[in-house]
């Protein structure tokens, strides 16, 4: 039931404009396994049979078991670590936690995303300063 409502929102959101492809093209899938696959959110539509959660959109159909579903979130990227278009993925930048504890600087994007766990972050490159969250 959890879920259903879940999509219904989803549903929602999509059709009064409140997530539009132009700003979020994918909707990323995560599997309680912790697997990743992503969909093009052009014409996307949805149906539930039984435990299969069944997506549709212009490149084709992918059915998923809703019960190994962990999330769904909506990207500006086919992957949850692409942070590139946020701020520079190949200068230097230092990552707080929240409560404004340096985690560290690392060479590029990609080096931080590797090494650090799930969770909330500041990225800053001493230019941009950015809130990434990781997962």
Do not use: H
Not at 60 to 87: H, K, P, Q, W
Not at 88 to 95: H, K, L, R, W
Request: glycine share 10%.
């Amino acid at each position: 039931m959890k879920k259903n409502v879940f999509f219904l929102l989803v549903g929602v959101m999509m059709a009064f404009g409140m997530v539009r492809a132009a700003e979020y093209p994918y909707l990323i899938f995560t599997g309680t396994d912790g697997t990743t696959t992503a969909v093009r959110v052009d014409g996307i539509a949805f149906s539930i049979n039984g435990n299969t959660l069944r997506v549709s959109n212009n490149e084709g159909t992918r059915d998923f078991t809703i019960a190994d579903l962990a999330s769904m979130t909506f990207s500006v990227a086919d992957t949850l670590t692409a942070i590139e278009g946020v701020m520079d993925s190949e200068c230097e930048v230092e990552v707080f936690s929240l409560s404004g504890v340096s985690m560290g600087r690392f060479g590029k994007i990609a080096d931080a995303v590797q090494s650090l766990p799930s969770g909330a972050y500041i990225f800053t490159n001493g230019r941009q300063t950015k809130k990434i969250v990781l997962q």
